[in-house]
């Protein structure tokens, strides 16, 4: 594929500011992508669009499929007539600016979106209820399951799938059709709440793609456990007779961690996906491809190889590598989709087998300007290197730079809690004394080589620690950031717009 020069800026629409506790697909969204164009931004990348499991965390989605129906806009239902009056949203709750409580946002929105749902099921007509059957019946690979499937984890009090009665976690199908019939009713409401973020979300995305913004998606590599699609496929995954994992996955021990990262993901039957061609995962970026125009697949490397770990080990000590798909998997999806627009997160331990698999699709990878100065940790990401992979002299072009991504600190966070000599090498490399460092940083990015340069917004607008996004590890208070209001200005506008003139993006 041919990468035409550009930037962008990473944002979760989460992120975005609003009255209703979260940011949503709603007026501000709208704002958000004039001020990316006004920025002459070409990219606008997003975390995945699904909806939050464990820990409110986008990459532990109960689908690959859904949407979020928490981002729904409450002012466009009013809008467009899914809630009766615009005294709905009278009894708003006054959610904290700057974070999102999950808490207090779902005990208010969840009980609107419900009734927002019930009307569109009792008045919707026309040309609306012609394109939301039209939804139902193209989206039926992964909606029938998915909504019985919220509509059961609901009924049972947000429990695990494997906590429910054995007939619904093995799926039963008599089972399925005696709770299908019972849950009607929560199973159209999900229904239609899938339409209408559908619906919301593809306006937004054709407004920016009308003003020459592409979004760039996000599709980790693993399942939730916890998912519909784990429990409508469990043939495909690496579980015992009772549903329960029997091997997971993670990354081994390293210079980040003494015990590795047990993510606790399912791991594929990757021998089974072979041998129905690789169906769902030509599905999952199918489906992914409708809504976005680009996407990052997370955890590239896993592909080449992955860290397998026994269910029952508390760490990732005791793991062992094991041989992924490697070209197979992408010579599918080439055959059913055509051209991949896909961003290869090659970060971690790369083998020149993981470069070569990228390198053989033409997909771009990934470079982190924070990592440049770790002497350390390149050491044990790469061993005996001759180069700095992330030093921008070292770029070629078919890359995405960033000055750091959603598991990063900020750039402001990061020099100010950095080792001194990673301080001392990054602000001589970089010829700066520390001041305004966010826009050396930015800078140096959108001057490289490499096709590609996004940069989060957190780092745009200046900000510390305390706008970070995610801490990996951690399960506290991630994922809740949020911009201020009115944070956007025309002189932020136009500085990075002078930056895309000055460097040809």
């Not at 039209?134 to 609901?154: H, P």
């Amino acid at each position: 594929m041919d990468w035409t020069r550009s930037s962008g800026i990473l944002l979760h629409p989460t992120s975005l500011p609003g009255p209703y506790g979260i940011g949503d697909f709603g007026p501000d969204a709208y704002a958000w992508v004039d001020w990316l164009a006004r920025a002459r931004q070409k990219l606008w990348q997003v975390l995945p669009l699904g909806p939050t499991g464990y820990a409110d965390s986008p990459y532990a989605a109960l689908s690959s499929f859904a949407l979020n129906p928490l981002l729904i806009s409450p002012q466009r239902l009013v809008e467009q007539g899914d809630l009766a009056s615009s005294s709905d949203l009278a009894g708003a709750p006054a959610f904290p600016a700057g974070h999102v409580d999950y808490g207090a946002l779902i005990a208010w929105k969840q009980p609107l979106l419900e009734r927002a749902a019930h009307h569109f099921l009792a008045h919707a007509s026309g040309e609306r209820r012609d394109a939301y059957d039209r939804f139902c019946a193209e989206q039926a690979g992964w909606l029938d399951e998915y909504e019985l499937f919220i509509a059961l984890k609901r009924y049972h009090d947000d429990a695990a799938w494997t906590e429910w009665p054995r007939d619904l976690a093995l799926r039963d199908p008599e089972a399925l059709v005696r709770w299908r019939a019972r849950l009607a009713e929560p199973i159209a409401v999900h229904r239609v709440l899938q339409y209408l973020a559908d619906e919301q979300w593809r306006a937004l995305k054709a407004y920016a793609n009308a003003r020459g913004i592409q979004v760039v998606g996000d599709v980790p590599i693993f399942c939730a456990h916890d998912s519909a699609d784990v429990w409508a496929n469990r043939d495909l995954f690496t579980l015992d007779e009772d549903g329960q994992p029997l091997t997971i996955s993670g990354v081994p021990p390293d210079y980040f961690s003494e015990t590795g990262q047990r993510w606790g993901n399912p791991l594929y039957r990757w021998e089974v996906m072979a041998e129905r061609g690789y169906a769902w995962w030509i599905a999952r970026m199918r489906a992914t491809l409708e809504v976005v125009d680009i996407v990052r697949i997370d955890h590239f490397r896993g592909f080449i190889a992955y860290w397998e770990i026994p269910a029952d080990e508390p760490t990732a000590v005791r793991g062992r590598w094991v041989p992924g798909p490697g070209a197979a998997v992408f010579e599918a999806l080439q055959d059913a989709l055509g051209e991949l627009p896909i961003l290869a997160e090659d970060l971690g331990v790369i083998t020149p087998e993981v470069i070569g698999l990228r390198e053989r699709f033409d997909l771009p990878g990934m470079k982190i300007l924070q990592f440049a100065f770790d002497e350390a940790a390149l050491h044990a990401s790469f061993g005996e290197y001759s180069r700095n992979p992330f030093l921008p002299h070292n770029y070629t072009r078919q890359f995405v730079v960033y000055t750091g991504t959603h598991d990063n600190d900020t750039a402001l966070g990061w020099i100010e809690h950095c080792d001194p000599q990673e301080r001392a090498q990054a602000l001589a490399y970089l010829g700066c004394d520390g001041d305004d460092f966010h826009w050396t940083l930015i800078r140096a990015a959108m001057a490289s080589v490499a096709d590609l340069a996004i940069v989060p917004l957190q780092d745009v607008l200046g900000l510390g620690s305390e706008a970070r996004m995610n801490l990996p590890g951690t399960t506290g208070d991630n994922w809740t950031w949020r911009y201020d209001e009115g944070a956007l200005s025309g002189a932020l506008a136009a500085r990075l717009a002078d930056m895309v003139a000055l460097y040809e993006r």
